[in-house]
């Protein structure tokens, strides 16, 4: 049985009832991109090229759709630059530093916890 979530701004939501739309928030951070992403702008602002060299693996349609999705919510800042040619950044907004300290220390224990699973000792 679903649970009820008080939707309203600065009542407590719950992660757990089905309607509660603090999901979206947890599937946009929980994405594998996304953690890998907000980890690479705790350093600083980065262009797209930059941002898709150091993650290693994303496709530019994946890296674009991840960014268009933590932008809309909040979590990222795109500033574009009127030059020639045209220049845009991405960097942390204030939420998207809140959020990268417990996804910093989720990347962590993944590098830890790897050589633990039995995929590793396979």
């Not at 928030?25 to 996304?34: P, T, Y």
């Not at 993650?55 to 574009?80: D, Y």
């Amino acid at each position: 049985m679903a649970r009820p979530c008080n939707i309203g701004l600065h009542d407590q939501h719950d992660v757990y009832a089905a309607a509660c739309p603090c999901r979206h928030l947890l599937d946009v951070i929980a994405n594998k991109w996304s953690a890998l992403a907000i980890g690479a702008m705790e350093g600083g602002p980065l262009r797209f090229g930059a941002l898709k060299a150091q993650l290693g693996g994303v496709t530019p349609k994946v890296l674009t759709t991840t960014l268009r999705r933590l932008e809309a919510f909040g979590l990222v800042h795109r500033e574009i630059y009127p030059e020639v040619p045209l220049r845009v950044e991405y960097s942390l907004s204030p939420l998207g530093r809140s959020a990268a300290k417990p996804l910093r220390a989720l990347r962590a224990w993944a590098e830890e916890a790897l050589d633990s699973t039995p995929q590793a000792r396979a």
